[in-house]
C-alpha cells in the first residue's frame, strides 16, 4: 500500500451500507441508553451501561406512535 492509498483511506472513512434503513431503536429504560438497531449486534441487545435486556421501539416516522 502506497502512502497515497494510506491518505486516501484516511477521507473515504468506513465503508458502509448505503442503502441500509433504521427500523427503530433499542431502549433501555434504566438507564436511558439507546442503541439503533442497524448498529446492534445481537437481538435483543444488552445495555452497555447496566447489561439489562434492551426493548425494541420503533422509528417515529413509521406507521403509528413509537411511545
Same mark, same amino acid.
Given at each position: +500500500?502506497?502512502?497515497? %492509498?494510506?491518505? !486516501?483511506?484516511?477521507? %473515504?472513512?468506513? &465503508?458502509?451500507?448505503?442503502?441500509? &434503513?433504521?427500523?427503530?431503536?433499542?431502549? =433501555?429504560?434504566? =438507564?436511558? &441508553? @439507546?442503541?439503533? %438497531?442497524?448498529?446492534?449486534? &445481537? $437481538?435483543?441487545?444488552? #445495555?452497555?451501561?447496566? *447489561? $439489562?435486556? +434492551? !426493548?425494541?421501539? @420503533?422509528?417515529?416516522?413509521?406507521? *403509528? #406512535?413509537? =411511545?
Amino acid at each position: +500500500m502506497s502512502v497515497l %492509498d494510506t491518505v !486516501r483511506g484516511l477521507f %473515504d472513512g468506513p &465503508e458502509t451500507d448505503a442503502t441500509a &434503513e433504521s427500523k427503530g431503536a433499542y431502549w =433501555c429504560d434504566d =438507564c436511558g &441508553e @439507546r442503541i439503533l %438497531d442497524l448498529d446492534a449486534e &445481537e $437481538e435483543p441487545p444488552a #445495555c452497555p451501561a447496566c *447489561g $439489562e435486556e +434492551m !426493548r425494541f421501539e @420503533r422509528s417515529p416516522d413509521s406507521a *403509528g #406512535c413509537a =411511545c
